[in-house]
């Protein structure tokens, strides 16, 4: 039953979106007296904090109105590193605020403005590495550190015009890992290079061939050690190894429990272990501590929901979830119902709250469910339904949601989007469609070279199976997903508009050509090796998996959100995609923010949710007030 719209300041979905504070935690591994948190505890906006382990407070070292979403703390404590661009566009130049607090300064004046893909800072502390895209080409480069606090300029270590990412240097900063696509550079098949960071000169190289994928995790903490925690793909699922870079000697990690992915997180201080995340079964993960003497596994005592790992796809030492000083580990965990909050584990004693967590009105629980795709592949969703009397069970109108990447995954994680759906009687199905991690090469790697296709078909099955288990009338369901789940959302009320009642669509990608015209060096990258090629190269798929091409089918209401600042999902595609649906007299509401890809703050975040409310109020014909 749904219930009357809840637009009371205190209602509970609008508080959960602002007691979900906990963006993520680091500790400074050369200093564990420092950390930072990421987090929003003086205001809607999430900033960065100073954090004095020892007495737990926390002082803010980043503006509320100018914040990065990452941050990146030195080995000792001493500076704050991020990247400062305009307005959430994610191109701009590095800069460090002290620990104490201070304005930015940038440490690299000189060079263009640039995207951001790899960064690390040497354990010794003594090298910064940044991967800077810019002029369509992957730019490394190395910033001699002082002790006294100096800097130098960048000098270039490694360029290259393949989609080339992530930086990991070693202890002492001799080294430094990167992984490159140069072997197979339109399939997104990695190798790792290792460069003297000196010279510049390439040290050694690990491959697995054109069919599977390498990626460099963390280096040894330990100084003088040249081993690489690394992954590859070669057995099908992501696996751990560790590869000495200097002998070129290499020894896979033997865990026979995983039920697919096993992801590592980190090193303990003395590198004789490591931490890492796999599944226990389809969907649900364990956070294991390994040893590397004798293989043993041992599970930490814990929940099931959700391990942030780590906090930054792009650099190698802020993980969310780590070793902590005294031997245990600091988790970062979450399930559907609970918002994020850092414990400390072991393998024997209850989770103990590390960082006291706000007050959160308790949200529903998710359930994992699974169907076929079209092709019999079975297909993995997690499913929330509202809090009704069993007798008053479904059909309920419902949220079909779809997840940004498509590189990622949705898990039992909180959620105060979705807990928003089911407060107000909605039934919420978020679908981990071909194109997600975690599920095997194969099933990654599906929607390479023909974009949309299979997407398409898993999002109609879930459609088909949530009609058949009575939880869905066929004319209630709304789509709803944001980046890449936006394309997915305007692509399916495209491509089969009789099926669905609605469509939610923030920050999507609607034309594929004027995206790659107008997005960032490295966003061009990734549509390369998303569709096997350039808009030149292949101008009849980027044409034809474009909703703009297909724009007059569409006959469901479409809401989207548009960041005038975005660098991925690009304004000018999507002005022209307004005018085209308002040419065509279509219910579609396009509302302009001035941010990036990401909407800021919570208060901006709740906002957002409600027009997404009163838009599937309205065309579901629920009682309600329409769209502002």
Same mark, same amino acid.
């Given at each position: ?14 508080? +959960? ?15 564990? $007296? ?18 004095? %382990? ?41 800069? +460090? ?20 893909? !790899?960064? $690390? ?24 550190? $002082? ?33 490159? %696509? ?42 003088? $050690? ?9 057995? !099908?699922? %992501? ?27 980190? /090193? ?51 993980? *969310? ?24 584990? %072991? ?18 629980? /998710? ?13 993995? *969703? ?41 407060d107000h009687g909605f039934a919420f199905l978020s679908v981990n469609y071909r194109g997600s991690t975690t599920f095997g090469r194969e099933f990654q790697d599906k929607i390479n070279g023909d974009v949309g296709r299979w997407e398409l078909e898993d999002m109609l099955a879930a459609r088909r199976w949530l009609i058949r288990q009575g939880i869905s009338a066929p004319d209630k369901i709304v789509l709803e997903g944001g980046s890449y789940g936006g394309f997915l959302t305007a692509w399916a009320l495209s491509q089969a508009p009789d099926l669905w009642a609605g469509g939610v669509a923030p920050v999507a990608i609607v034309d594929w050509t004027m995206n790659y015209e107008d997005s960032s060096a490295a966003m061009k990258g990734w549509a390369q090796m998303l569709f096997g090629g350039t ?7 980027? +044409? ?7 724009? *007059? ?76």
């Amino acid at each position: 039953m749904v219930t009357p719209l809840q637009l009371d300041s205190d209602a509970p979905w609008r508080q +959960r979106f602002h007691c979900n504070t906990l963006g993520y935690t680091y500790l400074a591994p050369e200093n564990n $007296d420092r950390g930072i948190v990421h987090a929003s505890l003086d205001g809607p906006a999430k900033r960065f904090y100073a954090w004095d %382990t020892r007495d737990n407070s926390l002082n803010p070292l980043t503006a509320a109105d100018d914040s990065p979403s990452y941050a990146w703390l030195g080995p000792t404590g001493d500076f704050l590193y991020y990247l400062q661009d305009d307005r959430g566009s994610e191109i701009g130049h590095i800069v +460090r605020v002290p620990f104490g607090g201070g304005p930015p300064v940038d440490l690299t004046p000189d060079l263009p403005s640039y995207t951001l893909r !790899g960064f $690390d800072i040497s354990r010794s502390g003594n090298l910064l590495a940044f991967d800077a895209v810019y002029e369509n080409q992957y730019w490394f480069y190395c910033l001699d550190l $002082d002790s006294n606090g100096s800097v130098s300029g960048p000098r270039l270590v490694y360029s290259a015009s393949e989609e080339t990412w992530a930086c990991h240097l070693s202890c002492d900063g001799s080294l430094l890992a990167v992984k490159s %696509t140069k072997r197979a550079p339109r399939s997104r098949r990695y190798a790792v290079l290792v460069f003297d960071a000196g010279s510049g000169e390439q040290v050694a190289e690990l491959w697995d061939g054109a069919e599977h994928s390498v990626e460099p995790i963390q280096f040894s903490p330990v100084a003088g $050690d040249a081993r690489l925690l690394a992954t590859t793909t070669a057995g !099908g699922f %992501t696996q751990p190894l560790i590869w000495d870079a200097r002998a070129d000697e290499r020894t896979g990690l033997n865990i026979p429990q995983a039920a697919g992915d096993i992801l590592p997180l980190d /090193w303990s201080h003395d590198g004789s272990k490591l931490l890492v995340q796999l599944k226990t079964t389809e969907e649900e993960q364990g956070l294991f501590v390994y040893r590397l003497s004798d293989g043993d596994l041992s599970p930490l005592f814990h929940e099931p929901g959700t391990f942030r790992g780590r906090a930054g796809t792009f650099h190698t030492g802020a993980a *969310a979830t780590f070793f902590a000083p005294d031997g245990t580990v600091w988790a970062q965990w979450s399930d559907a119902a609970h918002p994020a909050r850092l414990l400390s584990l %072991t393998a024997t004693e209850p989770p103990k709250p590390v960082l006291p967590v706000p007050d959160c009105p308790p949200g529903r629980p /998710w359930q994992s469910v699974s169907f076929p795709s079209s092709d019999g592949v079975a297909i993995q *969703a997690w499913l929330g339904l509202p809090e009704t009397p069993q007798e008053m069970g479904g059909p309920y109108p419902t949220i079909l949601h779809v997840h940004g990447g498509p590189t990622g995954a949705v898990s039992n994680s909180f959620d105060a989007t979705s807990q928003a759906w089911l407060d107000h009687g909605f039934a919420f199905l978020s679908v981990n469609y071909r194109g997600s991690t975690t599920f095997g090469r194969e099933f990654q790697d599906k929607i390479n070279g023909d974009v949309g296709r299979w997407e398409l078909e898993d999002m109609l099955a879930a459609r088909r199976w949530l009609i058949r288990q009575g939880i869905s009338a066929p004319d209630k369901i709304v789509l709803e997903g944001g980046s890449y789940g936006g394309f997915l959302t305007a692509w399916a009320l495209s491509q089969a508009p009789d099926l669905w009642a609605g469509g939610v669509a923030p920050v999507a990608i609607v034309d594929w050509t004027m995206n790659y015209e107008d997005s960032s060096a490295a966003m061009k990258g990734w549509a390369q090796m998303l569709f096997g090629g350039t808009p030149q190269e292949k101008p009849d798929l980027y +044409r034809d998996r474009s909703p703009l091409t297909h724009a *007059a089918a569409i006959t469901a209401p479409l809401l989207i959100f548009q960041g005038k600042h975005d660098s991925r999902a690009t304004p000018r595609q999507m002005a022209r995609f307004a005018a085209e649906m308002e040419a065509m007299q279509k219910d579609f509401t396009l509302v302009w923010l001035d941010s990036g890809h990401g909407f800021g703050d919570a208060a901006t975040a709740e906002r957002i949710q409600e027009t997404h409310l009163k838009f599937a109020y309205r065309v579901l014909g629920l009682p309600g007030p329409d769209v502002d």
